[in-house]
């Protein structure tokens, strides 16, 4: 009968407390189909970033017109806002100068008359300073065409020594502001005398035959065969 030693039982590997059996096996190498799935994946989720790009990229192409559109709207509403104020402006100032108007004819009137001395002169011409440093301009002058779209005729009359319809006096002078017409001037217009350009003409005409005959008998006639 053999004796067995105590303790020299079938050596084991050494496992770690807690450890199961699978533990201490070594771990296969990976076959050949999975390494073959490693690439494809990396593949799969390439293409799912790119994809997330693109979407980005189109996402962000979409805000960046709608902040343009944004931008080019305003820009067109400070225009717009501008225009108005200026056209408000305008129309303010030209109101307040129409109500000054009546002013000024009586400013005129007192001049002609050789009323316009001492301090009312001085207020006078002050006024007249201020009122055209706003941008109030006077026109119509006696000798000037008549132009229906800033005259308005309040006496009319024939006259020979026109040619044309011609402002013969200014009854009252007109005023613009800018572009804006606040009054027309009201003037005396005179027209050609009916009939006058044909005696003109025959009138010329003979002159110029008369001249001619002058021009034959100067010069002695046809010479005699």
Known sequence: MTE????????????????TSDDAEPKAAPSAKEEGAAPAG??????????QLDQVRTALGERTADLQRLQAEYQNYRRRVERDRVAVKEVAVANLLSELLPVLDDIGRAREHGELVGGFKSVAESLETVAAKMGLQQFGKEGEPFDPTIHEALMHSYAPDVTETTCVAILQPGYRFGERTIRPARVAVAEPQPGAQTVKAADESGTDASDGKADEKDSGGPDEG
């Open 42 to 51: 990396d593949a799969a989720q390439t293409a799912g970033l790119t994809a």
């Open 4 to 19: 067995e030693t105590p303790g020299f039982d079938e050596q084991q590997p050494d496992v770690p407390s807690g450890a």
